[in-house]
T-cell receptor
Framework: KAGVTQTPRYLIKTRGQQVTLSCSPI?????VSWYQQTPGQGLQFLFE???????NKGNFPGRFSGRQFSNSRSEMNVSTLELGDSALYLC????????????FGPGTRLTVL | GQNIDQPTEMTATEGAIVQINCTYQ??????LFWYQQHAGEAPTFLSY????GLEEKGRFSSFLSRSKGYSYLLLKELQMKDSASYLC??????????FGKGTRLHILP
């Protein structure tokens, strides 16, 4: 089985721009979670989707949004980028909601200049 | 607020045993996870505890005390490849997973 894939792997944007990141979960997995990882704050939960519905949302501003499609693929969008948005964005999938084991993708490294 | 504390860095010797502690204060508790993350790679799942006690899986064991809000990850017979960050995470009552900032473990030959 192929693992979780994320595209693109690296991205450079400038302040004020917007960005869309994509995540394809493991085949058969219906739950997708997104995290932001920075050296100072560690891994922080952004949101979780299950069956195209947002189940949970972390404490991030409304500039961060996401969605999930019927094939369980998910996208997250960040609008009006700020320098502080530079981070590794990780996607994790699991078979169902509230499952114990999450499988992480390799992440998208976003740099905002 | 939600808080998970673990040491920032630890150093141990190849072949030895190391214990990485984690304390948490969260809005409810629905389980505790340990993940391993090598530099530049994604986290990989190590263990899950929801009941008090010790869970053993090969060279790795994880312990939980819910009354104390405390867990530890025990790594035995350390190998150089165990050099990595170890992340403690708690699922709260709303099923959100809160991560600690991770413990960077250095293994010396």
């Amino acid at each position: 089985k192929a693992g979780v894939t994320q595209t693109p792997r690296y991205l450079i944007k400038t302040r004020g721009q917007q960005v869309t990141l994509s995540c394809s979960p493991i085949s058969g997995h219906r739950s997708v979670s997104w995290y932001q990882q920075t050296p100072g704050q560690g891994l922080q939960f952004l949101f979780e989707y299950f069956s195209e519905t947002q189940r949970n949302k972390g404490n991030f501003p409304g500039r961060f949004s996401g969605r999930q499609f019927s094939n369980s693929r998910s996208e997250m969008n960040v609008s009006t980028l700020e320098l502080g948005d530079s981070a590794l964005y990780l996607c994790a999938s699991s078979e169902g909601q509230g499952q114990n084991e999450q499988f992480f993708g390799p992440g998208t490294r976003l740099t905002v200049l | 607020g939600q808080n998970i504390d673990q040491p920032t860095e630890m150093t141990a010797t190849e072949g030895a045993i190391v214990q990485i502690n984690c304390t948490y204060q969260t809005s409810g508790f629905n389980g505790l996870f340990w993940y391993q993350q090598h530099a530049g790679e994604a986290p990989t799942f190590l263990s899950y505890n929801v009941l008090d006690g010790l869970e053993e899986k090969g060279r790795f064991s994880s312990f939980l005390s819910r009354s104390k809000g405390y867990s530890y990850l025990l790594l035995k017979e350390l190998q150089m490849k165990d050099s990595a960050s170890y992340l403690c995470a708690v699922r709260d009552r709303d099923d959100k997973i809160i991560f600690g900032k991770g413990t960077r473990l250095h293994i010396l030959p």
